[in-house]
């Protein structure tokens, strides 16, 4: 089924096909989960931050994303760490510097720089869990069920599926400009020149499809009616539902412990 | 009363535009196959949105006369009702997908879930629609993940599961090669013999592959409309379309008088090899 | 928050538009965001609602195929949407000239909104090229956040230039049959 994965939005979506029992667990659970998550993470001490990086790292592996999780981290956590070293470990001037002869090194910049690197490893991490083990369509179809506005599913679902056809006219636009003499390896002005003249095409044909695409999804009766029927919405079972409840009362509460101790 | 009625329709997009449809005039009943044939810049699509009641509303303005569905003007008929009325399927693949489906199942099924209907309603009415276009292996799908054949098909479906009264399609097989384009015309043909289908296009063949009933739509007027045999010996039609070369053959025997009084020109191959071997063997 | 169906179809469209542009960037090679293109165009088109939210989606779009972290900056495209939006309805996207104050605004209201969370979130680094010129303020001895907020003005004000004069020549090419159905652009070209 849509488990599977498919040849177009498979390669657009973080989505790793698997049946682990976190890929079973309904979406609006982990949805839920994963706010309730990341909103705990703020309200914790680095070493709660490092666990919940560890944790949702593990699961991510049981669940199957394990390479996916590390791409993705290695990706965008390195030049933040680079960046974080050489502004706070390095550059920022505070009282504890050490001086190493050429440059000088700040234990306090150093903590810092961790502390920053372990939240958004955390949150990264987190979110990853949430992303590589529910596919947008049951998310949508389990959304759908509990009454999301068919126009905010319909602006999750659309752009989903249209990035790789419309990928795949920026790359057409883009050889048949070259064939035309379009240099994308000239001087910055050129290539500055050059943007808009990739870009405008690309905009110009997706808007002529608009007027179309609109009467295609009246003609399908979009919207005539205040709720849609969505078949094969997932299972919700009554312990998840409280579950979610639980979370949602949970934060207010923890917020105003933190505030008050 | 007849399912669509337009009456005297002057039609342009905007004040200042060109006049697209100039003073038009059509009946279709319940039930009849109609191919509404023109070229480039005939009013065949506008025309084919208006019969389908497609134009956005800002845009549903004639200049003059009017269209009825069922003794209805579109404007008063509201959305539910339109989409169980009259199905419309374009020129283009892509653009006829809802951009909700994730699975070509799920795409039939947008529909009849937006008319709110019985989960169980919408399976059968989904089932029925996977075979009637064979989509059935196909089922699990990305929809932009199919050929453009496969996409219109879906699209026909998707159509369908709406139970139209009636199903117009604009060049249909446009961009398809003689094979694909054979069979999808071979899908509609089997469509239930209660739908009214109006095709619109500017290819004699798919026409002729389906339609009982010929309208010919040159400079958004209608200058043709008939049977068969009217449509092949109008003198504006192998200057549109071009024709098939047998029947621009026995068109030429017949303006130059060898062609026998009485014969309908031929609409296969098979007939105009009977045809010219009578023909030929009677002057021989 | 009822939208028309065809704002909705044009939303889903610009948000396609905001993801793959930066597909384009990495064509041309040069360090160009451009990401908010299609929410100025949607501003410009349907107003500063429908802007608003095609920036928060398109956020969160990208955390769904790209990068989750990127939704961490929401606020800032919601802020680019509203006062794209707010600026058109007063017609200051008409003209070529209005085009590019109107970009000084956003890139600068989109600036302070941005700031805060490069800091709190992230240390005050984004991970990109900005980062040189931040170092760069913190070594020459300005406080953090002051650093962070001219290395970013900078490269924002450049990227949101672009942005908006591109959206402000698709919407002055688009026909008139295009644009007559959308009320909001109607009332502010009036």
């Not at chain 1, 943007?195 to 808007?207: G, H, Q, R």
């Not at chain 2, 159509?159 to 009264?165: D, E, G, I, N």
């Amino acid at each position: 089924m849509i488990g599977q994965g498919n040849p177009h939005t498979g390669k657009t979506l973080l989505f790793v096909p698997g049946n682990s029992f976190i890929h079973r667990i309904n979406p609006l659970t982990k949805l839920v989960g994963l706010l309730w998550l990341a909103a705990t993470t703020f309200m914790l001490p680095p070493m709660g931050m490092a666990v919940v990086f560890i944790a949702a790292f593990a699961f991510g592996v049981i669940a199957g994303a394990g390479a996916v999780f590390v791409r993705r981290l290695v990706l965008t956590v390195t030049p933040f760490a680079i960046a974080l070293f050489v502004i706070h470990g390095l550059l920022i001037k505070r009282p504890d510097m050490i001086d190493y002869g050429l440059i000088s090194l700040s234990p306090g910049g150093l903590t810092y720089m961790a502390h920053i690197l372990v939240r958004v490893a955390a949150l990264l991490t987190a979110s990853m869990l949430f992303v590589t083990t529910t596919h947008p369509a049951i998310l949508l179809k389990s959304l759908d069920s509990h009454g999301i506005s068919p126009g905010i599913a319909y602006l999750i679902s659309s752009p989903l599926l249209l990035i790789e056809p419309f990928s795949a006219r920026a790359r057409a636009i883009r050889d048949a400009q070259q064939a035309r003499g379009l240099d994308l390896n000239g001087s910055w002005k050129a290539r500055i020149k050059a943007f808009p003249a990739l870009l405008i095409p690309l905009v110009t044909l997706a808007l002529s499809d608009l007027d179309q695409r609109a009467s295609v999804l009246d003609g399908r009766a979009f919207r005539a009616r205040p709720f849609r029927v969505v078949l094969d919405a997932p299972v919700d079972q009554p312990y998840e539902r409280w579950l979610r409840r639980l979370l949602l009362l949970a934060l207010p509460v923890q917020i105003g412990l933190l505030l008050w101790l | 009363m007849a399912l669509i009625a337009i009456e005297n329709l002057v039609f342009a997009y905007g004040p200042k535009m060109p006049v697209i449809l100039d003073g038009l005039s059509l009946s279709i009943e319940a039930g009849e196959r109609v191919a509404i044939l023109g070229g480039n810049g005939s009013g065949k699509t506008t025309l084919a949105h208006w019969i389908a009641g497609w134009l956005p509303r800002a845009a549903m303005n004639a200049t003059s006369g009017a269209v009825l569905a069922n003794g209805k003007a579109w404007p008063a008929w509201t959305a539910l009702e339109r989409a169980e009325a009259v199905q419309f399927v374009g020129q283009i693949p892509m653009q006829q997908l809802s951009g909700f489906a994730f699975t070509v199942y799920d795409e039939l099924v947008f529909g009849p879930g937006n008319l709110g209907l019985e989960p169980d309603e919408i399976r059968k009415r989904a089932d029925w629609a996977l075979d009637i276009c064979n989509l059935r292996h196909l089922v699990d799908r990305d929809p932009f993940t199919l050929s453009g054949g496969e996409q219109q098909r879906l699209s026909i479906a998707a159509a369908l599961v709406m139970h139209p009264k009636a199903l117009v399609l604009d060049e249909p097989t446009g961009n398809f090669d003689p094979e694909s384009r054979d069979n999808l015309l071979d899908q509609i043909n089997r469509l239930p013999s209660d739908l009214t289908i109006i095709l619109c296009d500017m290819a004699l063949k798919p026409a002729l592959a389906i339609a009982k009933r010929f309208v010919l739509l040159d400079g958004g007027r209608i200058v043709a409309d008939g049977g068969a045999q009217e449509i092949l010996s109008h003198p504006r039609t192998s200057a549109i379309f071009g024709m098939p070369a047998v029947m621009e053959a026995a068109l030429l025997l017949q303006q130059a008088g060898h062609w026998p009084a009485g014969e309908d020109l031929p609409l296969t191959f098979g007939r105009a090899q009977e045809q010219f071997g009578r023909i030929t063997h009677v002057a021989g | 928050m009822k939208f028309d169906t065809r704002t909705l179809v044009l939303m889903a469209i610009a948000i396609v538009i905001n993801i793959v542009v930066g597909q384009l960037a990495v064509w041309v090679k040069l360090p160009l965001y451009v990401d908010a293109v299609g929410t100025v165009l949607v501003a410009i088109l349907a107003g500063p609602l429908a802007g608003a939210v095609t920036g928060v989606l398109t956020n969160v779009i990208w955390g769904l195929v790209s990068d989750p972290t990127a939704m961490a900056f929401f606020p800032v495209s919601l802020v680019i949407g509203l006062v794209a939006g707010i600026l058109a309805g007063i017609g200051w996207f008409r003209t070529i000239g209005k085009t590019l104050v109107s970009a000084v605004i956003i890139g600068i209201i989109s600036t302070i909104v941005a700031v805060p969370i490069i800091v709190y979130m992230f240390g005050g680094v984004t991970g990109a090229g900005t980062d040189f010129a931040t170092a760069y303020f913190v070594a020459v001895g300005q406080e953090l956040i002051n650093s962070v907020a001219v290395a970013n003005l900078a490269t924002n004000l450049v990227d949101k230039i672009l942005t908006c004069v591109i959206a402000w020549i698709i919407a002055s090419r688009m026909p008139n049959r295009f644009t007559a159905s959308f009320p909001f652009y109607q009332k502010a070209a009036a």
